[in-house]
């Protein structure tokens, strides 16, 4: 259950996650189901979806539906409520005005609501083994499903286990306690207890309370979100709970993100034959209006550009850069400062950086493919995909030592180097000086040929498909199975 999945609707990884793990799973004997809002641009791409089950009131409206099909592979169910979900311009969070949209509560709550009956088997004939919950915009189901169980031993019964995975323990649902009678659940949910969380009331904190497995997307995320310092208010629950906490670096769908294949990029190129990705960076550059040169790094950004991203960091480590003629390319969207702050540089650096603001999934492959490294300056960093597709593409990842970034890059220090393990740049503690140490290490590198040739194939060749991950998954739900 989920708000969002690639390719159907993306506004970061937790889609790439979504429309990826089930497709892992598929050859280990795992069917599923991926439950989605319908928004509009997801319908668009859906027409054949068909009506499953009729839901006469679902929060309100005229009555909603949920429909399914199968999209890439994936067995997709839809949540038609066009009350709640078939609204023009903004994106699955946002209104077009920039702002949350006002009923977001209602929104997640029916999405959640909608899992739960499904869960239980009251929808179109099909009873999943097990729930897996993605994010606070599904974590309500485990309220629904935990009341479900307050009607006696049999009704117990009929609830399967559940799991809750945790993207970014940043974004916790959290709403005014007074919109709770809207959201069908007993009195008892929200008290303490339940989902009140700090005189409001959270439903990421329905997962971690009710959910039977909690996992995170990386082992260091898994850890950092037990202490104060980075468990935003829930680290008291997550160490009560903590022996059902697992953490599980995400992977890479390579069927997307291989420059070999990838349909997005000028000219294909792997791990044996990596030069052609030369002809990536000169295109990129001709594109981005940077100056057409080889014998300096070229370092991107795609992200979203948010304090927890740490770009500002990167605007301050900029002298460094400059001081290496190395050339910057940013693609993001996020808070107005960082964005004009970006393409501020741009305009005092013609030539040298370009900033693009806007989502741009094709033009993400293309810098991918055509930058030399790309930074990763996260102050906190729950998995990342972005350094993940950096390694795929020889695209050396300069990182944060935290959270996923921390598990998956393997800093180029001096023994890494001498042992061939080296895969980017890590740098710590997450400051600005420290990430410039890190730029000023990876041109010093780049300008070593040989040796900036053997990281990158290195990087390309390290294991960061799916395959462990979806394994690491079945065993979860093996557990939850098994301890029924
Ligand atoms: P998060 O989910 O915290 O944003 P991740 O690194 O896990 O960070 O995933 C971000 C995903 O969104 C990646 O697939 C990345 O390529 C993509 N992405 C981020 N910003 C942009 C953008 N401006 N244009 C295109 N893709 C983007
Ligand atoms: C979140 C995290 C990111 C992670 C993604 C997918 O958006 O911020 O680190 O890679 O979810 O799990």
């Given at each position: 259950?989920?708000?969002?999945?690639?390719?159907?609707?993306?506004?970061?990884?937790?889609?790439?996650?979504?429309?990826?793990?089930?497709?892992?799973?598929?050859?280990?004997?795992?069917?599923?189901?991926?439950?989605?809002?319908?928004?509009?641009?997801?319908?668009?791409?859906?027409?054949?979806?068909?009506?499953?089950?009729?839901?006469?009131?679902?929060?309100?409206?005229?009555?909603?539906?949920?429909?399914?099909?199968?999209?890439?592979?994936?067995?997709?169910?839809?949540?038609?409520?066009?009350?709640?979900?078939?609204?023009?311009?903004?994106?699955?969070?946002?209104?077009?005005?920039?702002?949350?949209?006002?009923?977001?509560?209602?929104?997640?709550?029916?999405?959640?609501?909608?899992?739960?009956?499904?869960?239980?088997?009251?929808?179109?004939?099909?009873?999943?083994?097990?729930?897996?919950?993605?994010?606070?915009?599904?974590?309500?189901?485990?309220?629904?499903?935990?009341?479900?169980?307050?009607?006696?031993?049999?009704?117990?019964?009929?609830?399967?286990?559940?799991?809750?995975?945790?993207?970014?323990?940043?974004?916790?649902?959290?709403?005014?306690?007074?919109?709770?009678?809207?959201?069908?659940?007993?009195?008892?949910?929200?008290?303490?207890?339940?989902?009140?969380?700090?005189?409001?009331?959270?439903?990421?904190?329905?997962?971690?309370?009710?959910?039977?497995?909690?996992?995170?997307?990386?082992?260091?995320?898994?850890?950092?979100?037990?202490?104060?310092?980075?468990?935003?208010?829930?680290?008291?629950?997550?160490?009560?709970?903590?022996?059902?906490?697992?953490?599980?670096?995400?992977?890479?769908?390579?069927?997307?993100?291989?420059?070999?294949?990838?349909?997005?990029?000028?000219?294909?190129?792997?791990?044996?034959?990596?030069?052609?990705?030369?002809?990536?960076?000169?295109?990129?550059?001709?594109?981005?209006?940077?100056?057409?040169?080889?014998d300096v790094p070229?370092f991107?950004?795609?992200?979203?550009?948010?304090?927890?991203?740490?770009?500002?960091?990167?605007?301050?480590?900029?002298?460094v850069l400059?001081a290496r003629g190395a050339?910057?390319?940013?693609?993001?969207?996020?808070?107005?400062?960082?964005?004009?702050?970006?393409?501020?540089?741009?305009?005092?650096?013609?030539?040298?950086?370009?900033?693009?603001?806007?989502?741009?999934?094709?033009?993400?492959?293309?810098?991918?493919?055509?930058?030399d490294a790309?930074?990763?300056?996260?102050?906190?960093?729950?998995?990342?995909?972005?350094?993940?597709?950096?390694?795929?593409?020889?695209?050396l990842?300069v990182?944060?030592?935290?959270?996923?970034?921390?598990?998956?890059?393997?800093d180029a220090n001096e023994?890494?180097l001498?042992?061939?393990?080296a895969?980017g740049f890590?740098f710590?503690?997450?400051?600005?000086?420290?990430?410039g140490v890190a730029l000023d290490r990876a041109c010093a590198l780049f300008a070593d040929t040989l040796a900036w040739?053997?990281v990158?194939?290195?990087?390309?060749?390290?294991?960061?498909?799916?395959?462990?991950?979806?394994?690491?998954?079945?065993?979860?739900?093996?557990?939850?199975?098994?301890?029924?």
């Amino acid at each position: 259950m989920t708000s969002e999945c690639y390719p159907l609707v993306k506004t970061g990884g937790l889609a790439d996650v979504v429309g990826a793990l089930p497709l892992a799973l598929a050859p280990l004997g795992v069917e599923t189901r991926v439950l989605l809002p319908a928004y509009p641009g997801v319908r668009e791409q859906l027409t054949a979806a068909r009506k499953i089950a009729a839901i006469p009131d679902l929060f309100g409206g005229p009555g909603a539906l949920v429909a399914g099909t199968t999209a890439e592979g994936l067995q997709v169910w839809l949540v038609e409520a066009p009350h709640l979900f078939a609204r023009k311009g903004g994106g699955p969070y946002i209104g077009p005005d920039g702002n949350d949209w006002p009923d977001n509560h209602l929104r997640f709550a029916a999405l959640s609501w909608v899992g739960a009956q499904i869960a239980l088997g009251k929808v179109g004939g099909w009873k999943p083994d097990v729930v897996h919950l993605h994010d606070w915009q599904a974590a309500l189901t485990a309220a629904y499903l935990h009341a479900a169980k307050g009607a006696g031993a049999a009704a117990a019964k009929a609830v399967p286990p559940s799991m809750l995975t945790i993207h970014n323990l940043a974004f916790q649902g959290v709403f005014p306690h007074d919109v709770t009678p809207a959201l069908k659940l007993p009195a008892t949910a929200v008290t303490h207890d339940g989902i009140e969380y700090w005189g409001n009331i959270s439903y990421l904190k329905a997962g971690v309370q009710w959910c039977d497995r909690l996992g995170t997307v990386s082992p260091t995320y898994a850890r950092e979100i037990l202490t104060h310092e980075q468990g935003m208010g829930f680290d008291g629950l997550l160490k009560a709970r903590a022996d059902r906490l697992v953490g599980i670096v995400n992977g890479i769908d390579d069927r997307i993100w291989d420059p070999a294949t990838d349909q997005h990029v000028a000219a294909p190129y792997s791990a044996r034959r990596i030069a052609p990705k030369e002809f990536n960076k000169a295109a990129l550059q001709v594109e981005l209006g940077l100056h057409v040169r080889t014998d300096v790094p070229l370092f991107c950004v795609v992200s979203r550009l948010t304090t927890q991203k740490g770009f500002d960091l990167l605007l301050e480590a900029m002298p460094v850069l400059h001081a290496r003629g190395a050339q910057l390319a940013v693609l993001g969207t996020g808070d107005r400062e960082i964005q004009d702050a970006f393409q501020r540089l741009a305009e005092t650096h013609k030539g040298q950086v370009a900033t693009v603001i806007g989502f741009d999934e094709p033009m993400s492959h293309r810098f991918q493919a055509g930058a030399d490294a790309i930074v990763v300056p996260s102050r906190f960093e729950p998995c990342g995909l972005t350094q993940l597709y950096g390694l795929r593409y020889g695209t050396l990842p300069v990182v944060a030592r935290v959270g996923g970034l921390a598990d998956t890059v393997i800093d180029a220090n001096e023994a890494a180097l001498r042992d061939g393990v080296a895969t980017g740049f890590q740098f710590s503690p997450v400051d600005a000086m420290q990430l410039g140490v890190a730029l000023d290490r990876a041109c010093a590198l780049f300008a070593d040929t040989l040796a900036w040739q053997r990281v990158q194939k290195r990087a390309m060749t390290r294991e960061v498909g799916w395959g462990v991950a979806a394994g690491a998954y079945l065993d979860q739900y093996q557990r939850l199975l098994a301890g029924r």
